[in-house]
């Protein structure tokens, strides 16, 4: 299959667009010719043509790759095999709803007419910015060749045999393909005024460059040229600017073991560790393992701060690595209340401990309390625009989920039910959700936390064959695979990520926290960890950790931000460094 080129930049820069809507329209197959068959080769090469040319219209001279996630709604491709070496195919695009022409065949009771299809990414570039301009398809002024037959029209389906213009690329296979076209400007549609802008969302949001568009400063976009005939003056109407896309951005340090805004163990002493809030992360040599820093402001309480301090990633855990240990029961009256509320110089004075310790004792007391109330709460970032949200819907790109800050695009972990799968409840299976949607949905009884996507399990297997799904990945689970079939390679086994719940939705209580890459998070939690290895074995860390609502406390629900979760727990003027780019919602 072919895939987006490597030269644009390393696959944790890549941005996924999904395009919401669709007029797109379901045959039986009998409509389809013969020789036309489905197939989900070339659908790569085609999403990342498209992805490019969106790209290009939305954010020219981004320094990153850009592609499509799928295709529209009952848009497929279907293949046919050309004559001659080489065993190569043509590629066409079907879905496109040729109402007028079903119509008029329905009205004379003749034969429904040919089915039309796009035979390129280019061909079906301006049918795609009409579906992503034109909020609720209520204007059809899309310009591209099928929408337009009095200029272009569509052929009928070309006979075996028969040369063809089509996009084509060897079966099975990139090499042989076309050769990459210089991108271009797609001419985009002019929007419906006063619609909502289109819902496009990101794998991982661009970097911030000096060629972007600012949110406040759309990009121009050059009017769509007029189909015209031979002879014609060129139209002057200018276009009104396409709206700029909701890119979501959820997680731009993804690659960053400990993130900005999380709670975390840093080492105080020796083996002790101590609670804090991350408040920056700080740049290391990329060459050494664990070498990256991060600030980190030490929870504590308000009438005691705690100077920051600077710790390499070798000596922080998550949070769910440990156990917050239990409250000393003196004090579990104030654990229930909020931390800014609790008078703390009284209750210092009432502790019956040595006067000299009384301070650092609340002080760690006041740790956990503050760490317990933010595993109960959450808050959430980047809301996103859907125009197919109900009234009482809110998507969001991100959220700190207690401890922890995960986005869409992103793996977590998750409890599965009974009916899900056979194993689970088995602890040994690493199960993962691709979280695709994060929605706050109202309802009378208040408000619910929901989580969307599909759910996958890593397996072993000796087929000598790999899953071809890695496209559908986000880049820790394709990273874990990596790892997990290195060290299997003399054993002649490999990983594979297996879907086994498609598009279903989660309560809050049944995500267990952020999915950690066994590479990175392993030699931390197990000093045996290379001997493991070097035998072939991975002991599985995600059985090692802990899970969200471990700690004991009540449910708190959503803060209006993350400095609102830890009110009480860090002095007044904190500020907190969330990572660039993160937009929090009250």
Known sequence: MGSPSDSQGPDDDLCLFRCTLSDGKAFEETRFPAVHKPTDGGADLWLSKLGEMVGDQFYPGARHKFQLEGFPEHYHLRARNRVGPGNRQDYYLYGYPDDKGEAQASNRKTKPPPLKYFKSPSE????????????NLEEKNCGCKLCTPQSTGSEPPPAAGTPTMATSLPSGGSSGGPSAAPRRQSPALPAAP???????LAHLPPPATATSPAPSAPPSVAPKASRKKAGSTPSTTKAAPVPVPDIVQPQIDESFLFRE??????????????????????PGDPATPFSRRSM???????????????????????????????ITPGLQTIAEQPMQNVPWDVVESRLQVDDKMRGEILSLEASKIAATRVDHSYSVFNPIMNPHATPHQQGFGGVFLGCEKVGIFEAIRVRLEQHEHPEWDNHEFTFAMVLKNLVIQRTEEGEHLLFHGDIWLLQETASPHHSPNLDQLPAAMRREKNFRDEVKRAH?????????????????????????????????????????????????????LNNRFDSRGSYIGRKKSRLDAVAGAVPL??????????????
């Not at 267990?512 to 960890?529: A, C, I, Q």
């Open 194 to 200: 006063g619609g909502p802008p289109p819902v496009l």
């Open 492 to 544: 002649g086994t490999h990983f594979d990520w297996v879907p086994i719940v498609a598009n279903v939705t989660k309560p809050e209580g049944s995500i267990r926290g952020r999915f950690y890459e066994s590479h990175k998070l392993g030699p931390m939690l197990n000093p045996d960890w290379n001997q493991y290895l070097q035998n072939g074995l991975i002991p599985p860390i995600q059985k090692s």
């Open 124 to 135: 079906f570039i301006d049918h795609l910015m009409w579906l992503i301009t034109t909020p």
């Open 296 to 326: 980190i402001k030490p929870l504590s309480h308000f009438f005691r701060p705690i100077e920051d301090v600077e710790r390499l990633e070798a000596d922080m855990r998550p949070f769910l690595t440990f156990s917050v240990p239990a």
């Open 261 to 282: 805004g999380e709670i975390v163990w840093y080492r105080k002493v020796q083996e002790a560790f101590r609670l804090g809030i991350i408040i920056q992360n700080l």
């Open 573 to 586: 003027d904190t500020v907190l460094s969330l990572g660039p780019r993160v937009v929090e919602w009250a």
